[in-house]
């Protein structure tokens, strides 16, 4: 049996397979390099497209950059020796258990981070799907709701939501509230408006074009709340060995990033305030949230005594940070896996496992890892942010950061291969059966270029 991105003897001599989970950024680096080195790489992905959070948490105007990752990650996916299958998460359509009894020589775990982390308040249980929304299920929606197939849960964005948060994920999600408001009032109007358009020229700028200020729209806008001042956001990183002027001035970089924005989308933001409690209505839906004032000492966060007060809203979108799906098999610690060895995703109890990128470090956003991506400058996050000189069109940051981190997981597996021999031909052709069972059961006939012009 033959893989269909190989020539007819591929499967014919002996060589290491490997399964990666995964195949967005991270997942199809480290696919595309076992590959080159002979192994016979299986690229799993719960999705329909290997894509990941490039199209499902990247929000929709970062069209450019969008397209040209498609593009990379469709031709990686496409090299000789590599079987994709879609549709396919694991723990619910394949276990791990399985793929460990298929034979594979190692597991590549690069599945990232879509779980959103619990708002963890008082009344969050009770207000979810009743006014409380969250990130990742909140830009799906914004990504596809205008799509004519889109059948997924849908959201009604309301005046004077509110986004718990503080890094660049949760801009996203102030921002996209800001786009959908304004957009709604304005077609309601008679306009014509472009959303994608509407962002990288700016809501300010929208509206001036039109005569009108968003009160005229009758909105006051959407507002981010982060438990830090703006100079302590998560969105400019100190460089490596900085003295203490050099960290005031990222500091300054951050409090100016953050009024750029609020000046072009016209959000709002708060600093110093720390949710407390959701509160919910007589019919059980959000009609507002406890908060209250506080301060940094050193690297704390305290409360400031009788500062309490109630936030009117009826929608709340949390953006606190993504987490690893659990995997039936795999040992977690709180909300991560339990790595033994957190560099390269190692795992005590499993040898041939790997874990990489998101789903070892936690960040729930493409945008911009900085813990992982040291030289991603300040000009980018701005572009990513819509305030800088030009629009996010390269494949620097996130994407960048992740092939880099794809490409240290590859050399990872091949040096924990080379101490182990090759299977033999029956064993990758009993591998491939399994894999052309997958692509039953998903509907997939093996030719990756069709399947993501069809999807």
Same mark, same amino acid.
């Given at each position: ?11 014919? @001599? ?5 399964? /990666?989970? $995964?195949?967005?950024?991270? *997942?199809?680096?480290? %696919?595309? =390099? ?116 889109? @059948? ?5 964005? /309301?005046? $004077?939501?509110?986004?718990? *948060?503080?890094?660049? %994920?949760? =801009? ?125 000492? $050193? ?157």
């Amino acid at each position: 049996m033959s893989s269909p991105n190989a020539d007819p003897n591929f499967l014919s @001599s002996a060589r290491h397979a490997v399964a /990666v989970v $995964g195949g967005a950024c991270s *997942g199809a680096e480290c %696919a595309e =390099i076992l590959a080159a080195a002979g192994c016979y790489v299986t690229v799993f992905d719960q999705n329909p497209k290997p894509f990941g959070k490039i199209e499902d948490g990247l929000p929709r105007w970062h069209d450019k950059q969008r397209q040209q990752e498609y593009v990379k990650i469709a031709a990686k996916l496409a090299k000789p020796g590599i079987d994709f299958v879609p549709k396919t998460a694991i723990g619910r359509d394949v276990t791990l258990a399985d793929l460990r009894s298929w034979g594979y020589s190692a597991v590549v775990l690069a599945c990232g981070a879509w779980r959103d982390r619990p708002v963890g308040v008082p009344g969050a249980d009770a207000a979810a799907g009743r006014g409380l929304v969250y990130q990742n299920p909140f830009i799906y929606w914004f990504n596809h709701h205008e799509e004519s197939g889109y @059948s997924g849960t849908r959201y009604r964005p /309301v005046d $004077g939501a509110l986004v718990i *948060g503080g890094g660049l %994920a949760s =801009i996203d999600c102030v921002k996209a509230l800001m786009l959908e408001t304004v957009a709604e009032k304005l077609r309601a109007r008679g306009e014509h408006v472009d959303v994608v358009e509407m962002e990288h020229g700016g809501i300010a700028k929208a509206l001036q074009t039109r005569g009108l200020a968003l009160g005229d729209l009758g909105l006051r806008g959407a507002t981010l709340l982060y438990r830090r001042s703006a100079r302590e956001m998560p969105i400019a990183a100190f460089k490596d060995g900085a003295d203490e002027a050099s960290k005031q001035n990222t500091m300054n970089v951050r409090e100016k990033l953050m009024k750029n924005v609020q000046d072009k989308y016209l959000c709002g933001f708060r600093g110093n305030v720390i949710p407390k409690e959701i509160v919910l209505g007589a019919d059980g839906n959000v009609c507002g949230l406890r908060v209250v004032q506080s301060r940094t000492e $050193g690297r704390n966060v305290v409360e400031v005594p009788g500062t309490e007060e109630v936030i009117p809203t009826t929608m709340i979108v949390s953006s606190i940070g993504s987490i690893p799906e659990p995997i039936p098999g795999l040992p977690m610690k709180g909300e991560f896996y339990q790595f033994s060895d957190w560099n390269l995703g190692r795992f005590a109890e499993f040898p041939e496992l790997f874990g990489v990128g998101n789903v070892v470090t936690g960040q729930g956003n493409i945008a911009i890892s900085r813990r992982h991506a040291k030289t991603v400058s300040d000009e980018l996050v701005a572009k990513y942010l819509g305030v800088g000189s030009g629009p996010l069109d390269g494949t620097a940051g996130g994407p960048a950061a992740a092939e880099d981190r794809g490409a240290a997981a590859a050399a990872a597996v091949l040096a924990h291969l080379a101490r182990f021999p090759k299977l033999e031909p029956s064993k990758l052709s009993e591998i491939a059966g399994k894999v052309r069972g997958c692509w039953s059961r998903s509907g997939y006939a093996g030719d990756l270029a069709a399947w993501v012009a069809k999807n």
